[in-house]
């Protein structure tokens, strides 16, 4: 009886021990994802930065009127414009 007692116990001690093992095993994992995805972060972060830059480089006036030009566009004469009346 005593014997089983004492075998018990090791079980006991034993799962304790798995699950302690485990959980910590499973808290690096974690870690180790919370670290990746900040990574990811940070470069989507970069990422957007520079797409903005680009959409306001696009935007500026300079840049409109070179695509205006390579489009053939050019400014109207006076005679060109109709103004309405509200």
Request: positive net charge; charged residues 30%; glycine residues 6%.
């Amino acid at each position: 009886m005593r014997q089983y007692k004492r075998i018990l116990q090791i079980l006991v001690v034993l799962s304790l021990a798995l699950l302690y093992a485990g959980s910590r095993i499973k808290m690096v994992e974690l870690g180790y994802e919370v670290s990746r995805v900040k990574s990811e972060i940070s470069e989507m972060k970069r990422e957007n930065a520079l797409l903005r830059s680009r959409v306001a480089q696009g935007k500026s006036a300079d840049r409109l009127s070179q695509w205006a030009i390579k489009l053939g566009m050019t400014t109207p004469g006076a005679d060109r414009v109709l103004f309405l009346d509200k």
